[in-house]
């Protein structure tokens, strides 16, 4: 194989398995005469998804918002608790075990708490996309902080460099390719949480959609959903890596930019 | 050596433990040196005997656990101003480009700091022309990581002289690059010396690199490090490659190693 087939050949694959993968549950639905209710053949779903697309479309941009605006705060609350975790011990011993007692919490179980607290609507799914998704962005930074080389951390003070100096000129370019790549993970968190919320109580968003569409046992609506939120996922961290790869090229050593 | 009125660089029964109580490590003990204005200073001596932990007592990085450091005659309390360091592993940026890493320190030390946004032409020619000295000019805009070995280690001494530094201290600088590489970055560092007459601290366990470019070297033993020996060396410069090979230069490496090997009976 020449180097363009095999770039080719990697290209493709993720569809040859999805399409290989989609062929044997239609052919499974339709050897054992599944019904319906229970798993409709992917090309049911489909043409559901086509028949009712608008709405479809209308559930999604919500649930996409809501998302996308937790997401957008987790980023810039993890940047900044990450970097005052990494940068102090003190506030590292005094916030670190909290966190991880915190990220233990099963997220489900906070969701009728904040209705109680903010009622439902758009607000408990961001806040739940926010909460899921922060987590990862805080360790990662801290961990790209707090491995900095001493010899780089050393160098910078006998330049006689303020601790503010070393944290912009050392630790935040170091802890970029670490912020980016928690991104990826957080992305596709807080599409879970956003979904989650929306479908443990709600009145909008995909989830909501896929919650009717079960109750009146309407399973291609809501497999149709569930596809939809994979997709959804899948384009967030395909912009999350794209990024990541433009942002620290210096971490790739150039090697995966073409 | 001209006789200057008082050392730049003191230590006077300087020691240092790493850790306290039960698990302190004595890594450096009673070291008293003298460091003259100008003068190019190594330290040999067996790994892990304390020589790094020397250089950051010199520049203040680390207060000692007894003694006295001294600088320009007053007492070391925190990080000396005017010095440049370069590592044994380049500690370059790996997301800067090497002309930029070169002027980090432009970005942190005064004066410079203060100008370098209304002379950046100034400074990106002064990077220039001193990455050029050392055969670097046309790699200002690579990354560290497109440079080999010894690209590296010249870009990192360019860093660690840019602010012109009163002192210059390298910690095995040369220590990972092949003899070739090595012997050409001797040469080159005597003629950036020989230029500027900086005052120079080299940490090496490589003899023939310490007879090579030092007026005086130091000789510690193992741990804890104590100076065992004090050798000044007289030979003329520009030295050359081929003054390795000359006896004079080749009886004091000689002599070093004997000494040394002292240690590790
Ligand atoms: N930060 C540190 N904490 C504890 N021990 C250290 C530290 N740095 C160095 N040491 C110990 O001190 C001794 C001297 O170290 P160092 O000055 O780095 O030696 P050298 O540079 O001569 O190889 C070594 O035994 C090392 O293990
Ligand atoms: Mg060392």
Redesign the interface.
Same mark, same amino acid.
């Given at each position: 194989m020449t180097a363009r087939q095999e770039r080719l050949a990697r290209l493709l694959m993720p569809w040859l398995t999805l399409g290989v993968l989609l062929l044997a549950w239609e052919l499974a639905c339709i050897l054992f005469d599944v019904p319906e209710i229970i798993a409709p053949r992917p090309s049911r779903v489909f043409e559901v998804a086509v028949q009712r697309w608008d709405l479809l479309l209308r559930f999604c941009l919500e649930t996409l918002w809501t998302t996308l605006i937790g997401f957008a705060l987790a980023i810039g609350f993890g940047l900044l608790l990450g970097l005052a975790i990494g940068a102090s011990p003190f506030v590292y011993a005094g916030l670190y075990p909290l966190l991880i007692a915190f990220n233990a919490i099963p997220k489900v179980a906070i969701v009728p708490i904040l209705m109680i607290w903010v009622g439902i609507g758009a607000l408990p799914a961001v806040i739940t996309a926010f909460v899921i998704s922060f987590v990862p962005i805080v360790v990662n930074v801290a961990t790209g902080l707090a491995t900095i @080389?001493p @010899? /780089?951390r050393?160098?910078? &003070?006998?330049? =006689?460099?303020s601790n503010w @100096?070393i944290l912009t000129?050392?630790g935040i370019? &170091?802890a /970029?390719p670490y912020l980016f790549a928690s991104l990826k993970v957080a992305a596709t968190l807080a599409f879970v949480g956003s979904v989650l919320s929306e479908t443990v109580g709600g009145n909008r968003g995909i989830g909501f959609l896929m919650l009717s569409a079960s109750a009146r046992n309407d399973s291609a609506t809501t497999f149709a959903g569930l596809f939809a939120i994979a997709i959804m996922g899948v384009g967030v961290y395909a912009v999350c890596a794209l990024i990541e790869r433009r942002m620290?090229r210096?971490?790739f &050593? =150039?090697e995966l930019v073409r | 050596m001209p006789p200057a009125a008082s050392p730049l660089v003191e230590l006077k029964n300087v020691s240092l433990a790493y850790g306290e109580g039960r698990d302190a490590t004595l890594a450096l003990g009673d070291a008293t040196m003298s460091i003259a204005q100008g003068e190019f200073v190594a330290v040999v001596g067996p790994s892990g005997c304390g020589k790094s932990t020397l250089m950051k007592l010199v520049t203040g990085l680390i207060a000692p656990t007894s003694g006295e450091v001294r600088v320009r005659d007053a007492r070391v309390t925190g990080p000396i101003r005017g010095v440049g360091m370069a590592f044994q592993n380049s500690t370059l940026m790996p997301w800067r480009t090497t002309r930029d890493n070169v002027m980090l320190p432009l970005e942190v030390v005064e004066p410079h700091k203060r100008r370098l946004r209304t002379d950046r032409a100034f400074y990106f020619d002064k990077a220039q022309k001193l990455l050029a000295s050392v055969g670097l000019g046309e790699f200002g805009d690579k990354y560290p990581w497109q440079l080999s070995g010894g690209m590296q280690q010249r870009a990192n001494v360019c860093r660690a002289l840019i602010h012109e530094p009163q002192i210059l201290m390298l910690d095995e600088p040369f220590g990972a690059l092949d003899a070739f590489t090595r012997e050409e970055l001797w040469g080159i560092l005597q003629q950036l010396w020989l230029e500027r007459r900086f005052t120079a601290v080299l940490v090496t366990h490589d003899l023939r690199e310490a007879v090579f470019l030092a007026d005086t070297v130091y000789v510690m033993s193992r741990r804890p490090g104590r100076i065992v020996k004090i050798r000044t060396v007289d030979l003329p410069r520009p030295r050359r490659l081929e003054t390795t090979f000359t006896p004079a230069f080749v009886d004091i490496v000689h002599e070093l190693r004997e000494r040394i090997q002292l240690e590790h009976a």
């Open positions: @080389e @010899e /780089m050393d160098l910078l &003070r006998s330049l =006689g460099a @100096e000129k050392v370019p &170091r /970029m620290t210096w971490a &050593r =150039g | -």
